[in-house]
């Protein structure tokens, strides 16, 4: 169970990887008339813990077996430290893979699963078993080597899966939606070993998954995608605050959206919301056609409702009202849209009862319009 | 998995490239006889002649005739060896067979009527069968029904349904029994008796052989087939009796070298050794019981052991024209198969009617009715071909793929197939009226 | 994500590796040399004029303007429709009681429903007669007690109940392993949802079954529907399959109509097998999340259980009977008109002694080398169609089927046809070597194999192939070292079948023994049977033969069964 051991640290010394760049140029998928990927270019540096974020079916899988191999593109590159892999079969990349399901092979022990890619590069005996049992250690699986994938645990063959694709030393490590077979306990334990376990490493790896809370843990930086499109890619900080367009700001966190028309030209513009109120736009904020104000929950806050509404607030009522310890959530519905702002939750602060009329007041830095 | 598939490709090679039949006296035969014949002479001719095995191919007639047919480019047989004298025919006349003279000599020149050898040389008989009845007495007795002597016995109306014979087309002995009707009394009134037992058949076997397996065993009491047959199952122990009918003849079973046999010599001796006394007492063993040619050798035959040599009821027996019956071969076993085997359904509803029918007449005669049951039997009777096309070139072409374009054999087949159909319905029509008459 | 698992193993630019291409071809060529051609050598005079050998239908005309043939047709139809509805009710409550009760011996009754499929063809139709006949035990009882006598045998009758005899394991077989993948949580989710019992079986149970049971049931319809070796037995000569044998080997050889027989014999069994797998598009139920690891088996109250077994022991017991009846035929000195032997002997075993060794050696080497051939072309096969990207790979599939529905008179024929003018380097025709009747066995029980292989290779998930080419193994490495051990208990399953059925098959057999040192067992029993002087010889070189399949399949499950716990994969 535990990763942090003294022999574990001995082990990945055991297992050396030079930490390399993963680029992607330009890459279009299709099935048939599906276009599954459209135009994706990425740079994942050396050593970087990297995550495909998005919704299901958002080509985050196919861009991953396109860098293993699996798929093919119909145009553009893979290079991976600065080699184009396009032409090589899966079997002469050299890039692990864990897949969603372990595929551990059943008829295997768990040793026999783990030697069975070096045995493959026809490595000596002496050689396999040294690095198996260092791939063993590890992940702590040592005392289970000769049993069967059947007979461990959902996190024991994860972790199988785990080494067995690290021991061949791959330049990268895939990792598909590692953790969605495991209970939430085990989830959060894993993704942390995860973390320490690449970071030990410092092995280039990309990591699957439509959890932006696990990308946010573990990744560097995220790429979001959806619809076969990268929406943005960044630090889960820069996602988080400086969304790249609607679709970004609401799959990370949650966001308020409030529609409205743009009126006025330069420094006059604002943003009316029918019949609630209007937002003074900063001149320097860039507006894009058809935009919509968002902020998160906590980028505002509230006020008694006042009879002249002011620029910057808008009117509202509460209508939900969720007390969640170190916050307390409301839910106010603001011209026939619900939106939820978060108050930190203090002694003496004011609490709004249901009905209470408010005017909810924006933190003109942290607020946002976007497409 | 990989060794075993190995092993077993390793396995096959050396197998197949090992030279096993190298010596070269290995004879070749294929025969229509059971093992219960073959076994006893093949173990008594290895005996005889070490350094010899018989390789045994078990086919029906046919079935042999056509496998050296299609074989004939690269021959592997040596001794053809069968009943049938007509199969010997053709495969005479296609220059399937070779000549030979054997070197046992004095045996006699015919057994009954018939020539034991080919005059020309291509096949000898080495032991005779003739054509008869043979019931099971169990069944007869559960039965109660009386002993047949003559092929009209069994057209009587007790034997109804408890008869079988094996399909001419299929069993050369059975063809030669059909031939042997319709040569002794006469094409018209031999289909007429053919028709008339043959509506009292339970069933028409595929083989020879089916027809004693279901008298033996009691599925069927009363079958047509060749003395043999009923001897080497009484042999065995199976409560089974025979009859020779007046009108049937002795044939001879025979034996001939295939031409360009790989091992003439050796066939040769198989031949020879079949015609020595020696061969010949082997053929008085239970299983097989079958008639020799050589007449010395019956002073060893169990009592009761049939002697065409010496009974009298062979002497009277008919003489059988094999070029006639060659000729028509195909002709009247299709006739067979279309008038009666596939017929068989009509055929003995119809009969079942007359016998019906006749049983009432006898309690109250009615000329009328018996006027119409005659007509209805002669409806039955009648041939949609005479003799003399039986044999004409125009329809004996059609079963030979002739090369002139002519008559197909399935279009033949449909219209005697109609015409039996049409005939039994018309028949079964003035007997239904016969027995309105007669109730 | 499931578009990119089923999109598996696309073209890769650039590398495109010869390899599947190369073994595609070389499956190509074997079922070209052995199967097609062969078979077209023959097929093709049904198109030709007599006499000068041009092309026309007119032969075909002739078929169905022939009353004979059109009641043969619908004799066939006939006996085969109604054998399948046989076979179900012998199958049904056997599949169900033993996939979805706690029935003690389910394990025994599923190995005894195999046996009847090794009774060599002819063999249990003698032994059939011998109890069922008009004469035959039961009769000859009934007749003495109650006077009457039931028509067990007569005519289409006895054809349909010995096909359904023979046949019927097909359909169990394949229906009781339908019945035990369905996934527990599929009748649990209908038992939450209200339902049971018998509603249960028929609106779930039974429809996700299905597909097994067609499998099964459209196996059973073309086989019965080519089979003539039972009719001829039975004396049953007005159904299409015995009209083509005895054409082809009597009068008529020269003429067309046999092989025009053979012609609508093939059309007919294409399009059965056609239409069950129309049946199936769009209906692959295959439940794949495992755990709940088939049916909930359910005790049976004493009253169920009582019928249960009454059930199971009739069935049984009407299914070996031919076993029965050939083991007493063997040790019987005279059975004639009786219903059971005069007295005992086991002299007709020490007759067939002997032989019966060459025999057994002959047949355990064809049939094993031709279950051989059979999981290796079965395995490549699968593994072309269902992970390679080949152009036309499915015709490899189609054409190997395709094989179940040519008669093996006609391809024992046409192998005489193609190869008796090739010679081997000693002048010998190849058709004399034994391995052309391996090579005629092996394409005759192909498809059983390839089904087998089939279902195995489904069985195993793609990302197991993916993770080892991902871990550096080549496909032809990963075909060995995953995809071959995962699939090894569905090749030793295709294995036994091919082996089992091809160590009693005859017709193909009959046509191509050259010596009778080459002879397997189907043939010497055929010969042995061709006695005047009583089955007795026959009957007990078959039950040597019986025993013999029988003792070699329940071998093989064993190994199975050590291969499955030995890899983990046993529940």
Not at chain 1, 86 to 95: A, I
Not at chain 1, 192 to 216: K, P, S, Y
Not at chain 3, 40 to 58: D, I, K
Not at chain 3, 401 to 428: D, E, H, K, S
Request: net charge neutral.
């Amino acid at each position: 169970m535990n990763m942090q051991s003294g022999p574990a640290d001995t082990a990945a010394e055991a297992i050396q990887v030079a930490p390399v760049d993963v680029r992607v140029e330009g890459v279009h998928v299709s099935y048939g008339e599906h276009h599954v990927l459209k135009d994706i270019n990425l740079t994942i540096e050396p050593g970087e813990f990297f995550a495909f974020l998005g919704p299901s079916g958002c080509g985050k899988t196919t861009l991953l077996r396109l860098i293993a191999g699996f798929n093919t593109a119909r145009s553009g590159r893979v290079l991976i430290n600065g080699s184009d892999i396009g032409d090589l079969p899966p079997w002469k990349r050299n890039v692990g893979l864990v897949f969603q399901n372990y595929a551990l092979w059943p008829h295997m022990t768990v040793r026999a699963n783990l030697a069975f890619g070096l045995e493959e590069r026809r490595l000596p005996r002496a050689e396999i078993n040294r690095r198996v049992d260092a791939a063993l250690a590890l992940v702590g699986l040592s005392h289970l080597a000769d049993r069967r994938p059947s007979q461990l645990s959902g996190g024991q063959q994860q972790r199988v899966a785990l080494a067995r694709t690290i021991v061949i030393e791959p330049k990268v490590l895939l990792l598909d939606e590692p953790l969605s077979n495991l209970d939430a306990k085990m989830r959060v334990q894993v993704r942390r070993e995860l973390r320490d376990l690449q970071q030990r490493l410092g092995l280039t790896t990309i990591f699957v998954t439509h959890d932006q809370e696990e990308a946010n843990a573990v990744c560097d930086r995220i790429a979001v995608m959806n619809d076969g499109v990268i929406q943005q890619v960044g630090t889960p900080m820069e996602l988080y605050e400086r969304p790249a367009n609607l679709f970004v700001a609401t799959f990370l966190g949650t966001a308020n959206v409030l529609k409205g028309k743009v009126t006025g030209e330069g420094a006059d513009r604002t943003f009316n919301i029918a019949g609630r109120g209007q937002i003074v736009i900063p001149p320097e904020a860039v507006v894009p056609a058809d935009a919509q104000l968002v902020f998160r929950p906590q980028a505002a806050s509230l006020g008694p409702a006042s009879t002249e509404p002011s620029a910057g607030s808008i009117g509202g009522s509460i209508i939900r009202r969720e007390f969640l310890g170190s916050f307390t959530r409301y839910g106010i519905e603001v011209g026939g849209t619900e939106i939820i702002i978060d108050e930190v939750f203090q002694n003496g602060v004011h609490l709004y009862e249901l009905g209470d009329r408010v005017q909810v007041r924006l933190t003109e830095k942290a607020t946002l319009w976007l497409a | 998995m990989n060794r075993f598939v190995l092993l077993a490709a390793a396995l096959a090679t050396s197998a197949m490239f090992a030279p096993a039949h190298a010596q070269n006296s290995r004879v070749a035969i294929t025969t229509s006889f059971s093992k219960d014949v073959t076994d006893p002479i093949k173990a008594s001719f290895e005996k005889a002649n070490p350094g010899i095995t018989l390789d045994i191919q078990n086919r029906n007639t046919n079935a042999g005739v056509k496998y050296l047919e299609e074989t004939r480019s690269n021959n592997q047989l040596d001794i053809f060896w069968a009943s049938a004298p007509d199969a010997f025919e053709v495969l005479k006349d296609k220059d399937l067979l070779q000549k030979y003279e054997p070197t046992v000599k004095g045996l006699p020149d015919k057994v009954g009527a018939y020539p034991i050898n080919d005059p020309d040389g291509f096949y000898f008989g080495f032991a005779a069968s003739g054509y008869g009845i043979m019931w099971n007495t169990r069944y007869a007795e559960a039965n109660d029904l009386p002993d047949p002597k003559d092929w009209q016995d069994l057209a009587k109306p007790a034997y109804f349904d408890h008869v079988a014979i094996a399909s001419p087309a299929r069993s050369g002995t059975t063809h030669l029994t059909v031939e042997t009707i319709l040569q002794g009394e006469g094409w018209n009134e031999g289909w007429r008796t053919l028709k008339e037992v043959a509506g009292n058949f339970q069933t028409i076997t595929e083989r020879s052989f089916g027809v004693p397996e279901a008298v033996n065993s009691g599925q069927v009491g009363y079958g047509i087939v060749i003395d043999f047959f009923a001897f080497s199952a009484q042999g065995a122990g199976f409560p089974v009796k025979f009859v020779y009918p007046t009108v049937t003849t002795v044939v001879p079973a025979n034996v001939g070298i295939v031409a360009n046999a790989p091992n003439k010599e050796g066939a040769a001796t198989f031949v020879d050794y079949l015609l020595s006394s020696e061969g010949q007492k082997v053929l008085l063993e239970p299983t097989i019981r079958r008639l020799p040619i050589n007449p010395a050798v019956y002073a060893d035959a169990p009592d009761g052991y049939p002697n065409p040599f010496k009974d009298p009821q062979f002497s009277s027996m008919m003489m059988f024209d094999v070029d006639k019956s060659g000729a028509r071969t195909a002709v009247v076993d299709t006739l067979f198969d279309q008038l009666i085997s596939f017929q068989l359904d009509n055929l003995k509803e119809v009969t079942k009617a007359i016998h019906e029918a006749e049983a009432a007449l006898d309690k109250a005669d009615n000329p009328q009715a018996r006027a119409l049951i005659k007509e209805a039997r002669d409806m039955i009777a009648s041939m949609p071909v005479t003799e003399e096309q039986a044999s004409s070139a125009e329809i004996t072409g059609a079963f030979t793929g002739a090369k002139e374009k002519g008559a197909r054999q399935a279009e033949l087949e449909q219209q005697w197939a109609t015409f039996a159909r049409d005939n039994y319905a018309k028949a079964k029509a003035k007997v239904d009226e016969a027995a309105k008459l007669a109730r | 994500m499931t578009v990119a698992l089923s999109e598996a193993l696309p073209r890769r630019r650039g590398l495109g590796s010869p390899g599947p291409a190369v073994v595609a071809i070389l499956i190509a060529v074997f079922l070209a040399l052995f199967l097609i051609i062969p078979t077209a050598s023959v097929v093709y005079v049904a198109f030709t004029e007599r006499g000068t050998g041009a092309f026309t239908l007119v032969n075909i005309q002739d078929f169905f303007a022939n009353d004979l043939f059109m009641r043969s047709l619908w004799n066939s139809f006939y006996v085969s429709t109604l054998t399948v509805v046989l076979a179900s009710v012998f199958a049904l409550p056997l599949a169900y009681i033993t996939t979805r009760f706690d029935f003690r011996g389910s394990a025994i009754i599923q190995t005894l429903g195999f046996l009847p499929l090794i009774m060599p063809p002819f063999v249990g139709a003698v032994a059939m007669q011998l109890l069922f006949g008009r004469n035959g035990s039961i009769n000859l009882l009934l007749y003495d007690w109650f006077g009457l006598r039931v028509p067990f045998m007569e005519g289409l009758n006895g054809v349909i109940f010995v096909q359904a005899i023979h046949y019927f394991p097909f359909i169990l077989i394949n229906l009781s392993a339908a019945l035990r993948n369905i996934d527990r949580s599929m009748e649990e989710a209908a038992q939450n949802l209200g339902s049971s019992g018998i509603r249960l079986f028929r609106r779930i149970v039974f429809p996700l079954a299905m597909p097994g049971y067609i499998a099964g049931a459209s196996l059973v319809f073309v086989k019965v529907f080519d089979d003539l070796a039972t009719p001829l037995l039975l004396n049953v000569k007005d159904m299409l399959a015995p009209q083509a044998y005895l054409r082809v080997t009597s009068i008529g050889i020269t003429d067309p109509m046999g092989y025009v027989i053979a012609v609508i014999l093939i059309v007919v069994s294409v399009a059965a097998m056609w239409i069950s797998a129309l049946a199936f598009r769009g209906r692959d139920y295959a439940t794949t999340q495992r755990g709940g690891g088939g049916l909930a088996r359910r005790r049976m109250r004493p009253l169920e259980k009582l019928l249960a077994y009454a059930v199971v022991l009739v069935i049984l017991a009407l299914v070996l009977a031919p076993h029965v009846a050939l083991t007493l035929l063997s040790f019987a000195t005279i059975w004639s008109f009786s219903p059971l032997p005069d007295a005992f002997t086991t002299a007709h075993y020490e007759r067939v002694f002997s032989d019966s060794f060459l025999y057994i050696k002959n047949t355990l080497l064809y049939a094993s080398l031709a279950g051989v051939i059979d999981v290796v072309l079965g395995t490549a096969i699968a593994y072309l169609v269902l992970r390679t990207k080949l152009v036309g790979r499915q015709w490899l599939d189609w054409a190997a089927t395709a094989a179940l529905a040519v008669p093996g008179v006609v391809l024992g024929i046409g192998y005489l046809r193609t190869f008796y003018g090739v010679q081997l380097p000693n002048g010998a025709p190849l058709t004399s070597l034994w391995l052309v009747i391996v090579l005629a066995l092996a394409i005759r029980r192909l498809p059983y194999a390839l089904r087998a292989c089939f279902a195995a290779l489904q069985q195993i998930s793609i990302a197991l192939e993916e993770a080892a080419q991902n871990v550096g193994a080549t496909p032809t490495r990963t075909v060995r070292r995953v995809v071959v051990p995962l699939m090894m208990g569905g090749i030793l399953a295709g294995f036994v079948t091919s082996f089992a059925t091809a160590a009693v098959e005859l017709s193909a057999a009959l046509m191509l023994v050259q010596t009778n040192s080459d002879a397997p067992l189907a043939y010497g029993l055929y010969v042995f049977m061709q006695s005047a002087a009583g089955r007795g010889p026959g009957a007990a070189l078959g039950v040597i033969a019986v025993l013999l399949v029988a003792a070699c399949t329940v071998l093989s499950q064993i190994i199975i069964a050590r291969s499955q716990k030995n890899t983990g994969m046993s529940q």
